[in-house]
């Protein structure tokens, strides 16, 4: 798995984005319910312009115990999503979650 996840990060510092999300496919198969797999393929999502998918699985990472949001409202893969209209159903669920810890 981790030769997996060096490679996936390989392919996307390279801009191969496309290679880089069937790497995160594979991981998130593998580990359904890794919050960090998750944010990585939400990433590659938005990376290739899927930003519906994005949030999807963005919010599902968060579900499963992402909580790095200082980062998640910085990352420049998710530099575009922000700018999208979808992204606003994250800024909320960040904020429901802030609430409860």
Known sequence: MEALQILGDDYTRRGKFEH?????EQLAQLRPDDATVLYNLACSYALTAQFELAV?????????????FKWLMKDPDLKKLREDKRFKAIEQKLRSVKTLR
Request: zero cysteines.
């Open 20 to 24: 880089g999300l069937k790497i995160d």
């Open 56 to 68: 999807s699985v963005l919010s599902r990472a968060i579900d499963q115990g992402y909580d790095d």
